[in-house]
Structures are given as C-alpha cells and as structure tokens.
C-alpha cells in the first residue's frame, strides 16, 4: 500500500517513506503543517459535540460498524500495516484483528454504567455522577504496533465520546490513513482524523488547543508532550526494559517462551522480556538453554526487520558498547549483522553482564535477551526492580506460593507467571516510573478519556 491508496498527495519535501525490509523509499508523502493541523483540530471539535451527543446506543453501534469496516478490508490493512514495519504477514493479521476486537470491546462498554451509584447522600437532595467526555484528544501513537497502539488509544476515546485526532509515527502512517478514511464514513466526518508527519507535526498538535494528549513513545518524547501539555490531560506509555525471573524448577517451556517473546515483531514491544535474571547456581544452564532456543527461533527466521535507520543504528550502538561474553551454547557473537539489505538484526543472548552494562541498563528494542546471576530471590527481585522503568515482567518456576510472591514484589503494572506478553481488552496495561502513567486497556482506559460532573438536586 502506498500513499495514493488514500488519496494523500505525494510531496517531494514531505515524508520519505521506507520499507524496512530493503531500507529502500517506498513513497513520498505530504506531512501536516500547521495550518492542517489547525484547520483539523477546528472540525475535529464541530464533529465532536455532534458525536458525544449522540446515545450510547448509536455511538456504540456506530464503532461496531467501523470496526466491521476494518475486518472487511482486512487485506488493505495487512497490507499498510507491512508496508511501513515489514512484519510477516502473519504478525500484522493478527494486530489488525486484535485491533478490531479492542474496537468492538469497547463499543460494549461504553453502554456499561461506570458512575458511583446515584443516591441520597445529602439531607433532602438526591445526586448522581455523570462521566462526560474531554473533548478533543490528540493520541501520538509509534511505529512498533502502529493500528493496535491507534486502537488502544482511539478505543475508549471514542467511545466515551471524544473526537480524536491520531499522529502516527513519521514512518508508518499507512494504517491510520485507512482508519480515517473509515472513519469518516462510519463515525462521521471530523470524529477521527489522521495528521501524518515527523516530530513537527507532533508538537504543534501537541501545542493546539486540544483537551488532552495520548502519547506512546520514548521517555525523550513523553517528557516533552508533558512540558508542552500545560494543565491539560496527559497519558504517558514510555516503555519497559522487562525483567524475567527464570527460577531453577522453571517449566520446560520457559525458554521458548522468552526467546518467542523477545524475537516477536524483531523485539520492538515495550512489555516483551529483555532482562532475564536467575539464581548462580542455575545460572549457566539458563545462558545456554536460552542460547540453543535462540538459535532455533534465528534458523526459522520468524521475525521482520526493524523499524528504521535510527532504530538499528541505536541498538547497535547499545550493543558495541556492552561488555557482554558469548553465549555458551549459541555462539552469538557480537559483531555485524547479516548482509542482507533493510533493516535485519540477528537474535542474541548476552550473557556475564554487570547491572550497569549498556544492554541492560537501556531498553535495547531488538531481538535480544540479556542474561544476569542472582545470589538469591530477594536478590533477583532487586535487580529487577533497579532500572527505571517498570511497565511488565514476569516469574518462571513450579512454587505457587513463590512465584506469586515474587510477582507481588515485582514493580511493574503488570506481571505474567509462567507465561509472558499475553494481553486482552478486559484487563488493564499500565506503566510506572519512567515507563510512564495512565491505563490502558479494560473499561479503566474509558476514566483516561472521561471527567466526572456531580449533579446534586434539592427536593424540597
């Protein structure tokens, strides 16, 4: 899919498009500039009084029949969805399914009553809570997923009846160019809209007069969406750096799993695993079961490349200045990544790292696990909880009672054991620290996008 499929001139000093998979342009495309961006937020809050008047009932009907619209032109989306990530195929059918069961998830659950019970709480008044929309929300969503993010973002926005205006990221607008062109004739005109462009782009929608900021990014960037909101509303989901705990009694499928995890979507998830960490005395035999699993998940070559130029320039980076040895088992050496041409990086395990090593101390972003020794589990719960960010993690062993204290003890909004980056839309997804504030996910994300009014009424 390119960028003529939605009707987007082509501009020669806008957008260079890339395909991952050859690093070779793909397209040109014309960014939003400041008078687009105004002229969008402008009908975006016309469209939005129309929208939230609405009954629950229709708005509800009307996100079900886009989401319809999404799954009826599945082939276009997989297609849009590979053009500017080079996932398989696979990889970007399932998101863009995900993405339409978020969809029709939330679709339901805005006509569920969220608001404390009305009731008699005041002598001879009656009252009642009413939920009532922001307005308009900007969601500045990143390359790694780019529907799913949209779609965990613009889910609960509009349902809960905000307009929307979605910046995706400057190297794969694709999709969410097809989501507004859906949009528009399934929500209405103005409700969701697309603002295509680089980091320019971002700040001024950012710095427009909108009512709140979703934003899915770096810490660099979400630090400066917060400098730039003011008061306003701002949701923050800034990444992970996850630890795993892999106990010794750990199930015979944990290092699959984590090798599976870390190598889904070339390692580009925020909650995907990235620390492993297990006691000493397991220690070796870790390095070399994750090693062996590695090099079975390298030979089938399951995985795309990564996103950009950038992005494998800085995990190589990263990489060059660890000072990890080789994997045992694998022989995964540091060193140059394949010939091929795009953006490809190998699988590796990195093994005898200090906690201040580069690979550990960053979120790497690629297909690649680090190893660290613990003297015991007190011991690995400090290392997992000594890097800034604490989005996700998980625990790996055979003990109940254990392995749920150390998933109590694990800092970080959402904890998987024996299992790893497993997600639905009933339950939450959330940050803390440097991985930023805010839910996603479940009818909690409805209360990122709504405000509260209390109404109370004399009766005599």
């Not at 059918?93 to 569920?112: K, M, N, P, Q």
């Not at 320019?200 to 007069?209: D, Q």
Request: net charge negative; glycine share 10%; with cysteine.
């Amino acid at each position: 899919m390119t960028a003529e499929t939605v009707d987007v001139p082509l501009s020669p000093t806008g957008l260079r498009l890339t395909d991952p998979r050859t690093g070779r342009a793909r397209a040109d495309l014309a960014g939003a500039g400041e008078s687009t961006v105004t002229d969008t937020v402008e009908a975006a809050r016309e469209a939005q009084r129309s929208w939230a008047g609405l009954p629950t009932g229709e708005r509800s009907r009307r996100l079900l029949a886009f989401a319809d619209r999404i799954d009826g032109a599945l082939s276009e989306y997989v297609a849009a969805e590979q053009a500017g990530t080079g996932k398989p195929a696979h990889e970007a059918e399932g998101e863009i399914r995900d993405s339409v069961d978020l969809l029709r998830f939330y679709a339901g659950a805005v006509r569920a009553a969220l608001a404390p019970a009305a009731g008699h709480h005041l002598p001879n008044r009656e009252s009642w809570v009413r939920w009532e929309p922001l307005g308009v929300v900007g969601a500045i969503v990143p390359w790694n997923y780019p529907i799913l993010m949209a779609a965990w973002r613009i889910g609960p926005a509009l349902a809960a009846g905000n307009a929307v205006l979605l910046k995706p990221a400057e190297s794969t607008p694709d999709s969410a160019l097809l989501l507004a062109r859906d949009a528009r004739d399934s929500l209405g005109p103005g409700v969701l809209n697309a603002l295509p462009g680089d980091r320019a782009t971002g700040r001024l929608l950012v710095e427009s007069p909108i009512d709140a900021i979703a934003f899915t990014g770096s810490v660099a960037g979400g630090q400066d969406v917060a400098a730039r909101a003011g008061l306003r509303r701002v949701s923050l989901e800034l990444g992970g750096n996850c630890p795993a705990i892999v106990l010794p009694d750990a199930p015979e499928h944990t290092y699959a799993d984590l090798t599976g995890a870390a190598t889904y979507n070339a390692g580009q998830s925020c909650a995907a695993p990235a620390r492993v960490i297990t006691l000493r005395s397991n220690y070796a035999e870790v390095v070399d079961r994750l090693a062996e699993a590695m090099s079975r998940r390298q030979a089938g070559r399951s995985f795309g490349p990564l996103n950009n130029a950038d992005q494998i320039r800085r995990y190589r980076q990263i990489l060059s200045g660890s000072a990890a040895g080789v994997s045992h088992a694998a022989g995964l050496a540091l060193g140059d990544d394949s010939d091929e041409e795009g953006y490809w990086a190998e699988g590796r395990i990195l093994a005898d790292l200090e906690p201040d090593d580069p690979a550990v101390a960053n979120e790497l972003f690629g297909p690649c696990l680090t190893v660290q020794a613990a003297e015991d589990i007190d011991d690995a719960v400090r290392l997992a909880n000594s890097v800034d960010q604490a989005l996700a993690g998980s625990v790996w062993g055979a003990g109940t009672g254990q392995l749920l204290s150390v998933a109590r003890a694990l800092d970080a909004g959402e904890v998987w054991v024996n299992c790893v980056l497993e997600q639905c839309p009933e339950l939450p997804h959330g940050g803390r620290g440097s991985s930023g504030h805010g839910t996603d996910l479940s009818v909690l994300a409805l209360t990122e996008f709504q405000r509260p009014k209390t109404v109370t009424v004399r009766l005599v």
